[in-house]
């Protein structure tokens, strides 16, 4: 099918096809008849399978969207779409590897699976023919209709596999009543410093020796002023802000390492630096946790996490007291590209018979414009089709906050350059090896860093005692050792 394409020509492709048998699931290879032109045909029953992963009020909303499709446009075109959720994205996973790897004959193939780019870059790699070429179905016109960032990451090589379905980025999320309390004590800090890690450093530092001035017969017991829920997407995002695109595939498909020493000890010692010397940290499980019980004043963490954002927070007395939200665009190097991460599944087709595949792209392509507010509101992530919110979805979303999320992390989709995660075959076992081994040499510098001011030493001392560089040094060379098992 020629990829100009657009889909008003393939919903008439859809209404004139003809000659065609029904789908039955798993059959490949049906060609659709030239000759045949009757109504008749056009709406020979055609039913199409979507696995995902969404539970509870998100797997609610999605049957309710996709029953009006069947109501509507799918009655108009004989496309009934049935979906069913495997429980959770990696149970998901698991069972998509299970198929592609003919590791079982229980389970029947689905038409349409959700997916992140690592699992759809896994079947590529291996079984490419399984995989349906959206880019032969959406025009230039039709993919104009999304931010570009979210098609980007649909692609592998010259194919489009991969439509997007809602998206999140990060932001600086913050407790906007205590942070107002800081800036009225001190004025030579504004809100603007933390548009950059280096401004927002600086108002780290500031935030500690208030906060550590309040207990003036306790020495060095400042409070954070914030954290970082994913310590890995700190690494991808600052690597791509300063040119490092952290590794490439050659002609034949192998991962090259790109890792750049400069940019990855650079982005070390941004965080890592403050952190030892007590201005950023973490001590929960979650960063939510740190602002409930006061430990931070905020924290970098997914638009889609509002909902989760303490409405109150501990006090000195362990009372818990409300407080105001506020979200900041996420921090940038200064001189560097400003850059944020983008995440969210998307909708992958498996290749069967023609009429199944165009049966897809149809209901895809309503799915994520006709009804791509809807199905992103109900995870409270972002849509994928440009232009904003309008007023009537403005005022459909009852939480201020969650709108407030959604109108920043559009604005930043829009602005920013977007980046996606690793998508190599083990990205997401180096993920949790670089989560867990940042998170660990961070915990371990505090710890040392504390140790020198216990035995004497001032801050300054203690940080020439630390020996950043040596620290630096040592975090490239394990991480390199990661991606080089690969």
Known sequence: MDRRRGFRGLAAALVAAAGLTACAAGRTGAQPDP????????????????????????????????????????????????????????????????????????????????????????????????????????????????YEAYVQEGYFGDGLYIIPVAKSTELLMMNQTRLEEFLQANPE?????????????????????????????????????????????????????????????????????DLDRECVERLFENYYIPYTKGYYGASGKYRSDDIRQSVLAGYIGSSSSTLYFPKEVADGEGEMKPIEMGMYPYPCLEHEAKTAIQQGAGIVTIQKSDRESEACMDFIHWLTTERSFEVALSMSYMPVVRGGLDESQRSSVTDPNVLRALELGLEQSQDYQMVYGFDFENAYGVRQELEEYFSSVLAEGRSEFLGCLNSGMSIEEAAEKMNYGQKADKFYRRVEEMFDKQ
């Open 35 to 146: 000759a045949g032109s009757g109504a008749e045909n056009s709406k020979e029953p055609c039913k199409i399978v979507l696995w995902h992963y969404y539970n509870d009020l998100q797997k609610e909303s999605l049957d309710q969207i996709i029953a009006e499709y069947n109501q509507t446009e799918g009655a108009e075109k004989g496309i009934t779409v049935e979906a069913y959720s495997q429980g959770s994205i990696t149970e998901l996973s698991n069972k998509m590897d299970l198929i592609v790897n003919d590791s079982t004959n229980q389970v029947e193939m689905p038409n349409m699976f959700m997916a992140y780019r690592d699992m759809a870059s896994k079947i590529w790699r291996n079984k490419p023919e399984l995989l349906v070429d959206c880019g032969k179905y959406f025009s230039q016109e039709d993919l104009s209709q999304y």
């Open 189 to 257: 800090f504004k809100t603007g410093d933390m548009e950059t890690w280096e401004g927002l450093a600086r108002m780290a530092e500031g935030y500690y020796n208030w906060t550590d001035a309040m207990t003036p017969d306790v020495p060095f017991d400042g409070k954070p002023f914030i954290g970082m829920d994913i310590l890995a997407n700190y690494f991808i995002t600052m690597n791509h802000a300063m040119g490092s695109d952290i590794y490439h595939y050659d002609q034949n498909g192998e991962m090259v390492l």
